[in-house]
Structures are given as structure tokens and as C-alpha cells.
């Protein structure tokens, strides 16, 4: 993980992520996926992930966001 934490890559950052969500550290996940988004914006996953997130954790707007710049992303798919 120590590549994630130092890294800008965005594969990296998503896959920490990842891994700090399904472990539990909502906080610490989101903090990887918005540091994946600033490396690269178009990551669609990354902007449904936080969605659930946020919606979890009653920031609406930001949920919805978050979801509408994924279903963007793969209406151009």
C-alpha cells in the first residue's frame, strides 16, 4: 500500500480504495478515491464508489454528484 499513499496513480489510489472500504475505513476511503479522481477524473468507478459512500453517510449532494458523473462516463462507453 506504501506505492498508493505515495503515489498519484490512479489504479493505485482506486485499488486503495478499495481495500480501505471493505475494510471498513469509510473515511480513509473516500480520501483514496477523490486523490484517484484528482489523478484522473474520468475513473468511473471510482465516482459510483463514492457515491455509495457519501449517501451513507448522509452527504446527499455529493452522492448524487458523484452519480451523475459516473452515468456520464458510461453513457460514452
Known sequence: MRLALESENATALFNLGTALDQAGDDEGAIQA???????DPGVADAHYNLSLLYQQSGHKLAALMHLKRYRELVATD
Not at 33 to 39: G, K, S, V
Request: proline residues 0%.
Open 33 to 39: 478515491y477523490r486523490r484517484c479522481l484528482a489523478a
